[in-house]
């Protein structure tokens, strides 16, 4: 059961490339009568502003999702965090954003509801880690194994050659 105080989300954003660098708090306010949408940002960490290229007066009121979540983001995953939010359940996912310039990147998200003093669920504290440069990785692992497996069924040099040309040339 939700409490009838204000909903307080807290994020921190991990930067693993700057092992110097804490992380600083991103977080959200929002009432319970307000889930699982519309969830305004009140705000946001310098962190938050070096990955996604958006400044802090660009998010401050507005739903996160809509400001960071595209066409190629997956509707299951957005439908996964909607619904652990509105249960007040903890969460992990992985999940495809877009920065300001509108490139793409992928952040691994855990997020675990707090509590108030009668055990209502009042918040989420969330902890976001870029993953980009894991996930393009297993991707082009990903392409490399299939196209190996390909290259092994290729009748002729030439063809293996053209599969190669096609599939990583293009």
């Not at 996160?64 to 249960?87: F, H, K, N, Y």
């Not at 877009?98 to 969330?126: C, H, K, M």
Request: proline share 8%.
């Amino acid at each position: 059961t939700r409490s009838d105080q204000p909903f307080f989300c807290h994020v921190s954003y991990v930067d693993p490339h700057d092992p110097y660098d804490p992380p600083a708090p991103y977080a959200q306010l929002f009432s319970p009568q307000d889930m699982p949408d519309p969830v305004p940002a009140e705000w946001v960490n310098e962190g938050f502003e070096r990955l996604t290229g958006h400044r802090r007066s660009e998010i401050i009121g507005r739903q996160p999702g809509s400001v960071l979540q595209g066409t190629d983001t997956c509707a299951e995953t957005r439908a996964l965090m909607r619904q652990a939010i509105a249960e007040g359940r903890p969460f992990q996912c992985v999940v495809l954003n877009y920065t300001a310039s509108g490139s793409q990147y992928w952040v691994r998200i855990e997020a675990e509801p707090t509590l108030d003093d009668r055990g209502r669920v009042n918040g989420f504290i969330a902890i976001e880690t870029d993953v980009t440069e894991a996930r393009v990785a297993e991707e082009r692992e990903r392409v490399i194994k299939q196209v190996g497996e390909q290259i092994l069924g290729c009748a002729s040099v030439e063809q293996a050659a053209n599969l190669v040309a096609q599939e990583f040339v293009a």
